[in-house]
Nanobody, 117 residues
């Protein structure tokens, strides 16, 4: 089993920055890829950024150039640095982990990010 705990959400003005952290515990060696998703109120959950086992990253078009995903393996933590935030970035942000062989998919409980205009 893998446990994911997000932190760092909050309220920020448009144009500001926030850093989300996802601390991983449990069967860490079973994890292949990590990702951040978000779910605006009343809308579907959508992928934001992902990072794989060798550090390659992908981003949603809506956040390219503004968000950066990274990981610190020594701290078992994945980060999402969000800059130039916009009101449309307001959502609950979820940390996600996928195991090798895609046999398991884990989710954190989410962190609320609110961007005021």
């Amino acid at each position: 089993q893998v446990q994911l705990v997000e932190s760092g959400g909050g309220l920020v003005q448009a144009g500001g920055s926030l850093r989300l952290s996802c601390t991983v515990s449990g069967s860490i060696l079973t994890i292949k890829d990590m990702a951040w998703y978000r779910q605006p109120l009343g809308m579907q959950r959508e992928p934001v950024a992902e990072i794989n086992s060798v550090g390659s990253t992908n981003y949603a078009d809506s956040v390219k150039g503004r968000f950066t995903i990274s990981k610190n393996s020594a701290k078992n933590t994945v980060y999402l640095d969000m800059n130039s935030l916009k009101p449309e970035d307001t959502a609950v942000y979820y940390c996600n982990a996928v195991s090798w062989g895609y046999l398991a998919n884990y989710w954190g409980k989410g962190a609320l990010v609110t961007v005021s205009s």
